[in-house]
């Protein structure tokens, strides 16, 4: 399994142990009580007595889909964060590899909107922590401009069209392995 370890929380050091199979076993419940709630339903609607009875089991059963399909959703979330090793590009928002800072999203779909890029991601990836390799050294961005830090190409290249004066140098580890 490479998701099952735990996952650092984003500035705090603090590991949570929440962990993606704790949030796929719930999205199982809600599975199981989608089934419950549909046995149900056409258990009443079999019988002439009792059929008009069941006229809300059929949202209820929508809703606990919709809970099933919440918590899948954010157990990929935790696995993407999870997969994050120490070369990772240490930004809080994903871009386009390509093109930097150009994402948009809308319900829980995102793309690039450079012309002619054409990337689409089923997740909300412009809303999550980056997790493209760091490939370039960068001073002069953040909170402390004299020291070097990390970065990915795309948000390199959003560095260098937002920030005036920014130095760049390629990262030599990443220099075989970046995309
Ligand atoms: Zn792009
Ligand atoms: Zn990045």
């Given at each position: 399994?490479?998701?099952?370890?735990?996952?650092?929380?984003?500035?705090?050091?603090?590991?949570?142990?929440?962990?993606?199979?704790?949030?796929?076993?719930?999205?199982?419940?809600?599975?199981?009580?989608?089934?419950?709630?549909?046995?149900?339903?056409?258990?009443?609607?079999?019988?002439?007595?009792?059929?008009?009875?069941?006229?809300?089991?059929a949202?209820?059963?929508?809703?606990?889909?919709?809970?099933?399909?919440d918590?899948?959703?954010?157990?990929?979330?935790?696995?993407r964060?999870?997969?994050?090793?120490?070369?990772?590009?240490?930004?809080?928002?994903?871009?386009?590899?390509?093109?930097?800072?150009?994402?948009?999203?809308?319900?829980g779909?995102?793309?690039?909107?450079?012309?002619g890029c054409?990337?689409?991601?089923?997740?909300?990836?412009?809303?999550?922590?980056?997790?493209?390799?760091?490939?370039?050294?960068?001073?002069?961005?953040?909170?402390?401009?004299?020291?070097?830090?990390?970065?990915?190409?795309?948000?390199?290249i959003?560095?260098?069209?937002?920030?005036?004066?920014?130095?760049?140098?390629?990262?030599?580890?990443?220099?075989?392995?970046?995309?």
């Amino acid at each position: 399994m490479t998701d099952e370890y735990r996952v650092i929380v984003h500035g705090t050091g603090e590991l949570t142990d929440v962990t993606p199979a704790q949030l796929r076993e719930l999205a199982g419940r809600a599975a199981e009580l989608v089934d419950a709630i549909e046995a149900a339903r056409a258990g009443l609607a079999g019988d002439c007595h009792t059929r008009h009875t069941g006229y809300r089991l059929a949202d209820a059963a929508g809703w606990a889909r919709q809970v099933g399909a919440d918590l899948a959703a954010t157990a990929q979330d935790l696995a993407r964060l999870g997969s994050r090793g120490p070369a990772t590009c240490p930004a809080e928002w994903g871009c386009c590899p390509d093109h930097g800072g150009t994402l948009r999203s809308s319900g829980g779909r995102c793309w690039c909107t450079a012309p002619g890029c054409g990337r689409t991601w089923d997740y909300d990836r412009d809303g999550q922590p980056c997790t493209e390799p760091a490939a370039y050294e960068v001073r002069g961005v953040g909170d402390a401009p004299d020291v070097w830090g990390l970065l990915c190409a795309g948000h390199t290249i959003t560095a260098r069209a937002q920030v005036d004066g920014i130095e760049v140098r390629p990262l030599a580890a990443a220099a075989g392995g970046a995309r």
